[in-house]
Nanobody, 123 residues
Framework: QVLLVESGGGLVQAGGSLRLSCAIS????????MGWFRQAPGKEREFVAA????????LYEDSVKGRFTISKDNAKNTVYLRMNSLKPEDTAVYYC????????????????WGQGTQVTVSS
């Protein structure tokens, strides 16, 4: 049983920062890559960032490059998303997800999902 639990969301003013965490249980069966996605009201779920457990390769969506940083702590089975210089358009429910193979930005390729955490950025 793979379980992903996100935390760290909240309300922040534009220009502020938040750090999201995703704790994974059953990690050995969850696969090699962890991703963060987000979904705003009325919009499709979109890729934000991803990281591999082995090697730590990363991939970012263009609009968050230079502002967001994905990282991992293998010992704690936890993945983080540090979000700086937040903008109102970053407002969304943020989900972490796991996939078996290499790094990809396609939501449908991720087999396991957390319940999501709300991030709201006020202007």
């Amino acid at each position: 049983q793979v379980l992903l639990v996100e935390s760290g969301g909240g309300l922040v003013q534009a220009g502020g920062s938040l750090r999201l965490s995703c704790a994974i249980s059953g990690r050995t069966s969850s696969g090699n890559t962890m991703g963060w996605f987000r979904q705003a009201p009325g919009k499709e779920r979109e890729f934000v960032a991803a990281i591999t457990w082995s090697g730590g390769s990363t991939l970012y969506e263009d609009s968050v490059k230079g502002r967001f940083t994905i990282s991992k702590d293998n010992a704690k089975n936890t993945v983080y998303l540090r979000m700086n210089s937040l903008k109102p358009e970053d407002t969304a429910v943020y989900y972490c997800a796991a996939r078996a193979l290499g790094i990809r930005d396609v939501a449908a390729s991720y087999a396991y999902w957390g319940q999501g955490t709300q991030v709201t950025v006020s202007s």
